[in-house]
Every structure is written in C-alpha cells, then in structure tokens.
C-alpha cells in the first residue's frame, strides 16, 4: 500500500473509495458521501469546495481520524489511518479554545501534552504567538480576545505542534470579510515558510483559488461526490488582494462556478429536505 | 444606578420596616374592649427592634454566642467539604461511564426527592445528638446540588473543544486534567453559593431538631420558653452569619473565575 504513485512521493493523505452514511433514528441509512478518492500531495495547499451540508467536513474528519469512514481506507503518508492522526493539526470552524486557560497556555498545552518542559512549552508559545501577531495578548483568556484573534491563537496553538498536516474547517467562516481576507494572507504566509500538506474546507469560492493549488468541487449531499477537480497554476507567493484581479483568477473563477452552481442550486432547491435529515 | 444612591435606597428599606415594626410594637392603635390597650404587633408576639438588637449585642458582648456559632460554623463547613467531594467524586464518575449512571438514574432522583428534613431524626438515632448528625444532614443537601452541577458541567463540555484537545494529542488521563476538571469546577464554583448556604440549612434544622449547642439551638431554646427576643436575635446572627460566609465565598470564587466571560459595561 506505500508504493510511490508514478514514482512521485507518497501523498500525504490519501483518502481511498470512502463513503459515509449515518443510521437514522427510526431505521434507515443517510448516505451522506459516496465513495470518494482525495488525494493531497505533501507540500500541496488543497481546498475542498462545495455547497453547505455537503459533507466537506465529514471528509476532513475521516482525515483527522475523529470519525471512521463507512467503508474504504484513509492513508496517511501511505501508512493506513487507525485513531486518531498524530500527524495532523486541525484548526476548527467553532472556538476551540479552552476557556479556561490563557492564549499562552492554550498554545503550550499541545507541547506539554508530549512532554515538552513547561518552561520551553511557553517560550515556543510565546514566539509564535508572536508570529500570529498576538505578542502582547499571551495572558488574555479566550473571552477577552476577538474573534479573528481567537482564531490567530487556534492557528498558534495546532502550529506550534508543527503537523506535517493542516486540517482546516472552514477557519476563517465565522469572521467578517476584512477579517477573513487579514487572517487568509497570515495563513498564506505562514504555509510559504514552511509548505505542509494542506486540506482546506470552505464554501468560499473565491477564498479556495486565492489560497490553493488545486481546488475540489464536491456537490451538493445526499450521496455527495467530487464532481470537479481544478489545478490552480496562479504564481507563488501570491498576494491575496492582488491576485484576485489577475485574468487568470477569473477564468477559473468561471470555469469552477459553472460546475458549482447547480449544486448549490440543488442545495437550495433540497434545503427543507435536508434539515429534516440532519434534525 | 450610582452605588451611593443604590446604597441608600437598600438601607432605606431596613430603615422603614424597622420603623414600621418599632411604631406599631409600641404605640397602641387605641383601648380595646376590656379597656387594655391595642397593638397591631403585641409585643409578646413580635418584641420590638430595640429589644432584638440590645439582645443581640448582649450575646456578643458576654461573649455566650461564640461557643455556638463556631459549632454551627465547624458543621457547615463540615458538610460542606465531604459534600462537596463526594458530589465531586460521584459526579464525574457518573459523567465519564453512562451504565453506572443510567443504573443508579431512578434511585439519584428518589433520594433527591425526600425531603432532607425526615432524615433528622434518624441521623439522630444513628449518629448521636453531638455535631455529626448535623453534618451528615447537611452533606445529604451539598452533595446532591454538586453532585448535578459536576455531572453536568463534564457531560456538558463542548464537543469541539474535546475534539481539539484531542487532536492536540490529549490522552485520556490529560483530558481530565485539562478539559473535564476545569470544566466541572467552574459548575462547582456557580453553584457554590447555594451548596454553602445549604451546608448552613442542613446544620440549623439539624441542631433545631435536637442537639445541645449550635444557633438552631439558640433559636429553638428561646422559642421553647416564649422569649420572641431571643427568636428574633437568634435569626439576625444567623442572618449576619450566612452574610458573611457568603462574603467569603465570593472573595474565594473570584480568582478562580477569572476566565470566565463577564458583562462588560461602557464606562463614562
């Protein structure tokens, strides 16, 4: 199972013919995701698009090892995936934060967890604390903190673990527009130093062809899919602000909205539906 | 509101109802029928003001108070402390394995629905008309309110945040530590208020019931040879006594709570 694809390196996640499907209260299966292959090199930024309730984030939780798939295998650096996995950081779309414990702690706790003396836990707290612009609001609680700078200590706290892979949940969902734009350069370039493997869920069109290198359309569930799957050739490092006013970032702009439309359409047209399934 | 002008107004209140009973306590309304004049609060019945807190202050300047309020006091904190573990303790144990707790489900709400007062009597059968009989009456009322709080509060955690700590790589003994102990502790410390004011209830009703020392002794002696003025002073230490352990209780509560969201105000 660890051969090399065509002599590349092995992908760093590798999801195999995975579905999922629920039992529903009362008898019967939801099948929420049809069996479907991701695959993320290492080193490649890739965003997973599609319309709300589709089942992007089920896919990034099978990833994550939070969730078993219903059938087929998750790979993760060609080994297969059994727990949780230890090599993943995952940034959340709701705060994830412990209340209870400063920025600071927040961010050490994932070293201390594996051993890391508390002393060298709060100083690399602190340094990339720095890094996410927060230096001087280690000591605050989650609560004293906004939300855009809540995220930055979630982006501190899975970084400074420093996961061979970014999980992402639609991170930056919740904020306002000039928030979210702040917090997507940030991202961008802290993943330039360093270029993990990335999945990143979003139902944010143009937020996945500023951010990545290739873009996968999923449509709209029961029995979702990935309809579409677009390289992103616009130039690196980019400049989020800039790059969405190249010619290229609208012809892609088109090409993906045509594939995504109807499925969002479906989405709506499916709405009722859909809530009932999910209440 | 200004805090002044809010003082004030609280004090005011105590000031007409204090008023209010010393007029009527001794100004008589007018002569009755057998030609004894009439009061609305006859003193026999109700004292007056002046009476109570010269009664008060005699209690404390003769020093006979002390002896009680320090048994009241060591049987509620008593109660409190093995309440407050054993609620603790079951608590979360019920919380982390959902079989114990759907076993012992009906039989949790059948004790919590007895009230605590039938139990008096047979705690002084069983355990003596000394000091622990009130304790284990008032550990009988703490534990259940923590015990609900601490059940609660780690069933309660968010599920994301669980999911975060996990992927930071919490295992099962570091999650309790640093996701479910905190989060239990802060329903203990919500509900402290009233797990501490009921360590005080279950140790007044207990000594009212029947013992040899303690403020619901006081109050049940008074009561016993219809001295209104003992009753009387007897209920404003116990008033003054719960104000200030509740004092104590916030001035406790307060660095522990710090990261918790408070209301924030615009200042001027």
Redesign the interface.
């Known amino acids: 199972m660890t051969q090399p694809m065509n002599g590349a390196a092995v992908p760093a996640v590798q999801l195999n013919s995975v579905s999922v499907a629920y039992g529903l209260t009362g008898g019967g299966r939801y099948e929420a995701v049809q069996p479907v292959d991701v695959q993320v090199a290492d080193g490649e930024f890739v965003a997973v698009l599609g319309p709300t309730g589709c089942g992007k984030s089920t896919l990034l939780n099978i990833a994550?090892g939070?969730m078993p798939p219903s059938s087929g295998e998750s790979l993760i650096f060609g080994q297969r995936l059994q727990g949780?996995n230890?090599q993943?950081?995952?940034l959340?779309q709701?705060?994830?934060?412990?209340?209870?414990?400063?920025a600071r702690d927040n961010v050490a706790?994932?070293l201390e967890?594996?051993g890391t003396g508390r002393r060298d836990a709060l100083g690399a707290a602190d340094r990339i604390l720095a890094r996410v612009g927060l230096a001087s609001f280690g000591d605050r609680?989650?609560?004293q903190l906004s939300g855009g700078q809540k995220k930055r200590v979630?982006l501190a706290?899975v970084l400074v673990?420093e996961p061979k892979i970014l999980l992402m949940d639609e991170p930056f969902g919740p904020l306002d527009a000039q928030t979210r734009l702040i917090m997507s350069e940030l991202l961008l370039d802290l993943w330039q130093a360093d270029r993990k493997a990335v999945m990143f869920v979003t139902h944010d069109l143009d937020e996945a062809i500023a951010l990545s290198d290739r873009v996968l359309v999923m449509s709209a569930g029961p029995r979702a899919s990935i309809i579409g799957d677009f390289p992103i050739p616009l130039a690196r490092p980019r400049d989020i602000a800039e790059v969405r006013s190249e010619p290229e970032f609208h012809r892609l702009h088109a090409a993906i909205w045509n594939t995504l439309r109807d499925e969002v359409r479906k989405t709506y047209g499916l709405s009722n539906a859909a809530k009932e399934i999910r209440a | 509101m200004s805090r002044p002008k809010l003082l004030f107004l609280q004090v005011m209140v105590a000031v007409v109802v204090l008023v209010f009973w010393h007029v009527f306590s001794t100004v008589p309304l007018g002569t009755g029928s057998d030609g004894k004049p009439y009061y609305l609060l006859p003193q026999f019945f109700f004292s007056t003001p002046l009476k109570v807190i010269e009664r008060v202050f005699l209690m404390f300047w003769e020093g006979t108070v002390y002896k009680h309020l320090m048994i009241t006091l060591t049987e509620a904190v008593l109660a409190f402390v093995i309440g407050a573990t054993a609620g603790v303790l079951i608590g979360f144990w019920f919380a982390r394995k959902p079989l114990v707790a759907a076993v012992f489900d009906p039989y949790v709400k059948m004790m919590n629905a007895l009230p605590r007062v039938v139990l008096a009597p047979i705690f002084a059968l069983w355990f003596g008309l000394g000091i622990w009989s009130k304790v284990w009456l008032g550990v009988t009322l703490v534990f259940f309110i923590v015990f609900f709080n601490v059940y609660q509060g780690v069933r309660e955690v968010s599920p994301v945040v669980l999911s975060n700590a996990r992927m930071l790589g919490m295992n099962e003994r570091q999650l309790l530590r640093h996701v479910y102990w905190p989060a239990a502790l802060s329903w203990v410390f919500s509900s402290l208020h009233t797990s501490v004011g009921f360590a005080v209830v279950g140790a007044v009703v207990g000594e009212y019931l029947g013992s040899s020392a303690g403020l619901g002794y006081l109050i049940h002696q008074a009561e016993g040879v219809f001295d209104v003025t003992g009753v009387f002073a007897g209920m404003v230490i116990l008033m003054i006594f719960v104000m200030v352990i509740d004092f104590c209780v916030t001035l406790i509560e307060k660095p522990l709570l710090v990261w918790r969201p408070t209301e924030t105000r615009t200042v001027q």
């Open positions: 994550a939070l949780l230890t993943a950081g995952y959340f709701q705060d994830a934060l412990m209340p209870w414990k400063t706790i994932g967890v594996r609680y989650p609560h979630a706290q673990r």
